[in-house]
């Protein structure tokens, strides 16, 4: 399926595939300096990745929360590192006019977890053409995951990818049921999301915790449990980072554990 992407590379390496960035685009520097790390870092263990960055952060608790350094500004940002890298580029959308507009700059376009059920965006985001990727609700079971995959089908689009990210255990944490991920396979193309599966929303203070230290170990078990992919938010400097710092990867540490990932990856397809 992924291999239909605009400059999608290292299709043949077998590996899992990896879609990273930082959540948010915060300037022009910082994103081109994301991108090119971790694409020294993917080309060299030959992982097909497609970078990440929100224009936007709708979905935010406190309406003082950082949103975005503009939605045209951003989004060339996006586009520009495609351009430069040539890789593939992918942004989340929240409102239906969102879906041409991010159509125009990037890859593949992102339906968030919160937004799973809003058949009319699906649609939107369907009829561009574009590879979708849709989160999974932190509400919704892994069967459920199939009527929004047929949503974007029955628009005309098969190009369908779901991505776990933790389901809602109380009020502040998330748990991942790694039993989901050869379920949603059946329906389409199944990342983890290990950075937002690691959060811990609806805090006092109204800024969204999280648990990296885990990170390690969800993306290891997520590879050993036969995810396709792997999404993780990264950044030079995650706590001072404007948006999900919490739970964000330190980039200092990606070379390490996909190095591992790759090894865990390597064993898994020589039983096959």
């Known amino acids: 399926m992924i291999d239909k992407i605009k400059n999608i590379k290292h299709l043949k390496s077998n590996h899992f595939f990896l879609m990273a960035g930082p959540c948010a685009i915060e300037g022009e520097e910082m994103a081109f300096e994301i991108a090119e790390k971790i694409l020294d870092i993917t080309n060299r263990l030959e992982i097909p990745f497609i970078f990440k960055g929100s224009f936007k952060k709708a979905n935010r608790t406190r309406i003082d929360s950082f949103t975005g350094i503009g939605d045209e500004k951003a989004l060339n940002i996006l586009k520009n590192i495609g351009k430069k890298f040539q890789i593939p580029t992918v942004t989340d959308i929240h409102e239906i006019k969102d879906a041409n507009l991010a159509a125009n700059h990037v890859d593949v376009l992102q339906i968030p977890a919160f937004l799973i059920r809003q058949t009319d965006l699906l649609i939107a985001a369907a009829k561009t053409g574009k590879h979708i990727n849709l989160k999974k609700g932190q509400f919704m079971s892994p069967e459920s995951m199939s009527h929004a995959v047929k949503k974007i089908q029955d628009s005309g689009n098969n190009n369908v990818i779901i991505t776990e990210r933790g389901s809602m255990f109380g009020y502040q944490d998330l748990l991942v049921d790694f039993r989901g991920i050869p379920v949603m396979k059946e329906y389409a193309p199944v990342v983890l999301d290990v950075t937002h599966s690691l959060q811990q929303p609806n805090q006092s203070s109204g800024v969204t ?39 964000m990867l330190d980039i200092s540490k990606l070379e390490d554990l996909l190095e591992k990932l790759v090894a865990i990856k390597k064993a898994i397809n020589s039983f096959k």
Do not use: L, Y
């Open 209 to 247: 915790g999280g648990k990296p230290e885990m990170i390690e170990t969800i993306a290891k078990a997520g590879i050993a449990s036969g995810a396709d992919g792997i999404f993780i938010e990264t950044h030079f400097d995650p706590k001072n980072a404007k948006s999900d710092g919490a739970n």
